[in-house]
């Protein structure tokens, strides 16, 4: 065992040493005005009323597979499935913790100017993106360590990733039918019905949205990006052991440049500062490019000191630097108001909501293309620069180092995406509590920047998602066979021939359309349980249109919790049988075209929803900015065109916060579990 290998979870410590002091540098900052500070603290006692009973729901059923996997399987697979599942909501639990304490910080700082604000609202993104990178790599590396940091031990940390993955999967499709319901339901009543501006105090749903944003944007991606760090690394280490007799610290490297990573993440961010342009996406993007630079410096000296120095190894880590940075840019592309596809949906809006669906959604069928084409090429890169063409199992290893590499930057990336939560209550308190004119002409442009950067890093996560689970599936594909080698039986190919893999790839194919279903449908009825809560208030209260009421904020927040946790349930259920189901009945072959069909399909339809939503509300928001006739026509009438945009936004919000970004861990879960169960899969199968 190298000693470098102590450095992953040295630099994990590290990170979250990082991540504390800027927890404690936002807290020692002003909250402003009791009012603001009144605001806040409802915003902060939902979110964490929210998180406290999704933990709890999630408790039950992980306790219950912890028994299932120690009875079936091992003790210490269960022990890392738990230390997983405890970890990523730990991750979770902190970040959305500053998060609901930086905004009302940031809107604060906001008197003092807009280098102030963003510094605050960064700083508070980035205690969420160092301490989930940091803690991914201090479970995997750790727990490798403590297992005996041998090939048994890649084996037992498995479980570490499904635990992860199945927090993930819950943290994503509860919060993203809380944050929407909330979203949906608030302003359908308070925007359309009662004709008031959004975040406006009298709407008594305005603090359930507001926690949406945490819960969904906040502890949702830190959950997804977690487990997706934690699996890559894994399938990493479990594709690096079949190439251990050629290269001996292949288990180690993904873990390795994780850790330089961290410190390259963490030295960025204090690159994040306003140039003299005023560009606040480019001052964040200039703390990524810092630290992709130096992470590419690094990742040179690691092959080198393990790698014996292979170029085809650190040309894939290359890859995945480059992969993440394309995503990012076509991402951005397609979503930001200055840009053709956003330009189009808002120009459709003026004939109508028709033409403006249908353009939205060519739009988010176009949006597919160019990331799949780039994912193409980061394959094919990688595959044949390892020597793939004669080695397959080299190649394979350099797709999960390239997928090792593009997850390695998790940190700097889940600091640009929280930043846009934080962002976005900083201007709903801005307004809630009255600030002035110039303290919302700061939070307004950090706020239509957070759009963006939640739709960018929306693309790298599906992107990086894409690349890891092609690393699982392969990783799956290698246990299969060496348990088949061990039984004296042939390799598992998969063949088009064999019904099986057709019925595998066909259901596979299927299920993420099934599951983006359940969350889309679950969307719209608990957005109208909040709904018809708001028209009672707004009925039975006397005074809240006038100011002189203060509706039953708690209320709403309540409603619309216990619905998401409700309708969490069977979606989440169906990632996790589906597998079992197909390999318990068909067999290892089925199973095997059951999760490709699960990762084209999924990664297509993902791509599709959050690209496509979030030009839909970029859309309405560039009219907002006064393009196209604004909000209200000269005579003081409802513009028809914005209108139309906002039943695009309507119909797109549920597709980018919700069901697109809950089919990334709908995917990793899928793979994950399949690896955990394969050798009781391929001795029980019925069919198989």
Request: proline share 3%.
């Amino acid at each position: 065992m190298d000693s470098l290998l102590y450095s992953a979870p040295l630099a994990g410590l590290v990170g979250l040493l990082f991540a504390v002091y800027l927890a404690l540098y936002i807290l020692k900052l002003d909250a402003g005005t009791d009012r603001m500070k009144a605001i806040a603290s409802a915003i902060q006692e939902g979110a964490m009323a929210y998180l406290n009973r999704q933990y709890r729901t999630v408790a039950i059923i992980a306790v219950i597979l912890a028994i299932l996997i120690a009875v079936a399987i091992n003790m210490e697979t269960a022990v890392g499935f738990i230390l997983g599942a405890v970890m990523s909501a730990a991750a979770g639990y902190l970040g959305m913790n500053i998060s609901v304490r930086s905004n009302v910080r940031c809107a604060n700082a906001a008197k003092e100017g807009m280098q102030k604000a963003l510094n605050v609202a960064f700083k508070g993104g980035a205690v969420t993106g160092i301490s989930v990178a940091s803690l991914a790599l201090l479970g995997v590396s750790g727990l490798y360590i403590a297992f005996g940091g041998d090939i048994k031990a890649v084996e037992k940390v498995v479980g570490f990733g499904f635990g992860a993955s199945l927090i993930s999967l819950f943290a994503r499709i509860g919060g993203g039918i809380y944050t929407k319901a909330a979203d949906v339901g608030t302003d359908l009543v308070g925007k359309v019905e009662a004709g008031i501006p959004e975040d406006d105090p009298r709407n008594p749903g305005v603090i359930a949205d507001n926690v949406g944003d945490n819960v969904g944007d906040c502890a949702g991606m830190a959950a997804d990006l977690f487990e997706t760090y934690a699996v890559t690394a894994l399938g990493a280490m479990l594709i690096g052991v079949t190439v251990i007799d050629k290269y001996p610290n292949a288990v180690m490297y993904p873990l390795v440049l994780g850790a330089a990573a961290i410190i390259a993440s963490i030295v960025g961010t204090f690159f994040v500062k306003l140039g003299k342009s005023g560009d606040i996406m480019g001052a964040m993007y200039k703390g990524a490019i810092v630290a992709g630079l130096i992470s590419v410096v690094l990742f040179y000296l690691i092959t080198q000191r393990l790698m014996e120095g292979n170029t085809g190894l650190f040309i894939s880590a290359l890859v995945g630097l480059g992969v993440t940075a394309a995503m990012i840019i076509i991402t951005e592309y397609y979503t930001a108001t200055t840009h053709a596809p956003v330009k189009d949906i808002a120009n459709a809006s003026v004939t109508g909501p028709g033409t403006n669906i249908i353009t939205g959604l060519a739009v988010g069928l176009q949006s597919t293309a160019l990331p799949v084409l780039v994912i193409c090429a980061g394959i094919l890169i990688s595959f044949y620069v390892n020597g793939g063409a004669s080695n397959p199992s080299m190649g394979l290893y350099g797709i999960a180092i390239a997928a090792a590499a593009m997850l390695s930057v998790t940190g700097i990336i889940i600091s640009i995406d929280s930043y846009g939560p934080i962002t976005d209550n900083a201007g709903g308190i801005a307004e809630m509590a009255e600030l002035s004119k110039e303290v919302r002409d700061i939070t307004d442009p950090l706020d239509a920047v957070g759009n963006t950067t939640k739709a960018v890093t929306k693309g790298y996560a599906i992107g990086s998602a894409a690349l890891g689970a092609l690393a699982l599936y392969a990783a799956y594909s290698s246990e299969i066979n060496k348990l088949l080698l061990e039984q004296g039986k042939a390799e598992l190919v998969l063949k088009l021939s064999d019904p099986m893999v057709l019925i595998g790839l066909l259901i596979g194919g299927m299920i993420p359309f099934l599951f983006a279903s359940f969350l889309m449908k679950a969307v719209g009825r608990a957005a109208s349980t909040i709904v018809s809560e708001i028209r009672r208030q707004f009925r039975e209260i006397a005074g809240i249109m006038e100011g002189k009421a203060k509706p039953d904020y708690g209320r709403c927040v309540d409603i619309v919790t216990i619905a998401a946790q409700k309708e969490m349930i069977i979606p989440g259920l169906l990632a996790v049988l589906s597998p079992l189901l197909v390999g318990f009945i068909f067999g290892p072959a089925a199973l095997g075209g059951l999760l490709i069909g699960v990762i084209i399909s999924g990664l297509l339809l993902a791509l599709m929803m959050t690209t496509g939503g979030a030009a839909w509300d970029n859309a309405k928001k560039y009219i907002e900015s006064g393009n196209l006739g604004g909000k209200r026509l000269p005579d003081g009438s409802k513009n028809p065109t914005h209108a139309a945009a906002v039943v695009g936004d309507t119909v797109g919000d549920p597709t980018k916060d919700t069901a697109g970004p809950a089919i990334n861990p709908l995917i990793k879960v899928m793979n994950i579990v399949a690896i955990l169960f394969a050798a009781l899969i391929l001795k029980y199968s019925l069919l198989g």
